[in-house]
């Protein structure tokens, strides 16, 4: 008789949703079917049934292909490379739990090492405006319960984040917000016509890379100063109308994407996006936030944040100090250096994302993944140590793009000998200290 | 004033932070102490004598020593940086952070330097015969004060967030510069004798930024007043006038509204 595990938090996109209903075998073996979850969220549960998962570490061999070792060959292997390289590079975290995140961090601080993580490549140019200037921002309950203008700026939840808009920010029905999508005026700003402004009640076409212009021409707007007739080809009847609209809501809030991130500018973009929302709370509350891509990378920020003060690309090869400097402690800009000796992968897949210059670089080095799945790294790696998937086969907490934490759920058992990723961390951890206690590799 | 040439003999194989090369490290001591100081390569522990062939004497303080560094210096952090008087002449490209928070004393680099070079500069004369990356006198990052005084003079071009923050001193730059200059400016005057990209003085809230090329696109929230005759670095011309950035928080002064000032050469 199977059985349902209700409540289950999907280990999918920064959205965390946490009402997942889950159908497991009678042994706890097998995950039989998903109710609730987008399609990509649903996949991620079908992973664990799929044929042909890597149970046990594989090593490369001389001529290119893989061969099964122990956990203990590759604990060893590993943690040789760590106590030998003189600046490696610790990448990934993003979907794993923070309690393992955390036992990392401990090593790279014996190792030192440099820990970075998806956001890197991602939101990171938020976290860099964050640094600069600060954020007003809320929780994703708030923003169901409260706003009535929500701006989507170059970004697209309609593929990114599937339930955002029915969860959060569109479609619900709050405590305040009882008319649901009718009590809410929706606009979305991009360069393209996307799946997302099809739901919205006003599309703004920028032109592309004129997002800080236009931004800088809504802050001119909100003081009443004059405008040049089009602004990133937005015509300024359109800009003051739009201002004066904002400044009547309830609550208004700013979600932004890929689209702020990586255009012409990139930290500039959101800095002054924060300052505009800065500006509306003149006349009325306003939020901004990012829409966080990788499952727990906002984790990932919060306990590299609370352990260092950087929310990513903490340089500890120093035991004085933890730095932090996008363009020279960051995964790419080290490996397009050849700033770093050896590259240890985690819970992520730096092959498929990062620039081919950069992977290039880092096929050259040692390089360990740990991954449940074969990915693009993986086959670039000298070792790829299998692991139970985080949120499906072990809990662990995990926190929401608007930085809230949840505790995961486990679904089904991990197979038969397959470590977790706290598990095998501890053990690279206990075998550091026993090469380092030894005088090192 | 007593002059300690540093030659590299050996090329690190990863970076080397030079935190140690500036007069004030060296002050008062001979060039068997100079070798003795540490430099970090990941974090292995060596010493500049394993990289340098140090010869010279310094003087009794920063002010009395004079540095000459030879030899390629491409993979080498920190150079000058924290300095607070007496002179050090670079005399190849360097890596990030070269001249940053430095004080006083003159710092020339004949060559080319990467990002993060005269951050938060608070005095001095820094001088770079070459080109210079991002983030030229910027802010470190999260800090909102950037360069804060003394003159920096970039005889090539400059990347993009030049200036970031700055909110004193002088920034001359005679080639051109990317996009984001003077961001968040609060304070200081910045020359560029050449072109910028875009985005000048976006979010700027105080200070003077003079452009002799063109601007590709100009920030909507800047609005011309006038022209006026002025002579800025030794050339008199007729400038354009704009105040900005609109969209920006301006203090008030005796009940007046001080905004910033970007001056375009006609």
Known sequence: MPKEVTDVIC???????????VSVSDDNKTILGVKNACAIGAEKFNHQRQPGRVKRPRMRQADGSYKEITYDEAIDWTAKMLVKSRKTLMYGWASTSCQAMSIGHEIAEKCGAIVDNCATVCHGSSLIAIEDVGVPSCTLGEVKNRADRVVFWGCNPAHAHPRHMSRYSIFPRGFFTVKGHKGRKIYCVDCRYTDTAKCADEFIQVQQGFDYELLNAFRTAA????????????????????????KQARFGIIFFGMGLTHTMGRNHNIDIAINLTRDMNDFTKFAIMAMRGHWNVTGS????????????AVDVSRRDQARHQTGETTSVDLLNRNEVEACFY??????????????????R???????????????????????????????????????????????????????????LLTRINKRVDELMAKGGA | MNTVTLTVKKQP?????????????????????????????GKEILTLGDFFTITGEAGATAADTKIIVNGDCTKMKYLGAKMTGGEMIVNYACDMYTGSWMKGGKLTVNGDVHSFCGLALAGGEFTINGNAGNYLGAAYRGDWR????????????????????MIGGEMIIEGDVDIHLGTHMEGGKIILKGNANRRVGGQLVKGEIYVFGKINVMMPGYKPVGEKEMEVDGTKATFVDYLGDLGERHPKRKGETVYGHLYMKK
């Open chain 1, 11 to 21: 280990p999918f996109c920064g959205t965390l949703c946490d009402d997942l209903i």
């Open chain 1, 223 to 246: 003081r009443g100063e004059a405008l040049p007739d089009t602004v990133g080809g937005v015509p300024k009847e359109k800009i003051y109308e739009i201002v004066e609209d904002l």
């Open chain 1, 301 to 312: 920020g919060q306990v590299l944040g609370w352990q260092y003060g950087f929310p990513y």
């Open chain 1, 346 to 363: 985690i819970a992520t897949d730096p092959g498929a994302h990062f620039p081919v210059d950069a992977m290039i670089s880092s096929s």
């Open chain 1, 365 to 423: 080095k040692p390089t360990v993944t740990i991954d449940p799945h074969i990915n693009c790294t993986t086959e670039i790696s000298d070792i790829h140590i299998p692991v139970a998937l985080v949120g499906v086969e072990v809990g662990g907490c995990a926190y929401r793009m608007d930085n809230v934490p949840i505790e995961t759920r486990k679904v089904v058992d991990p197979p038969e000998g397959v470590l977790t990723d706290e598990e």
């Open chain 2, 13 to 41: 194989e990863l970076y080397l932070e030079c935190e140690n090369v500036n007069t004030d490290a060296f002050a008062g001591k001979k060039a068997a102490d100079i070798a003795k100081l540490g430099a970090y390569q």
């Open chain 2, 146 to 165: 950037g360069m804060s005084g003394g003159v920096l003079r970039v005889k090539g071009n400059a990347g993009s967030d030049v200036a970031s923050f």
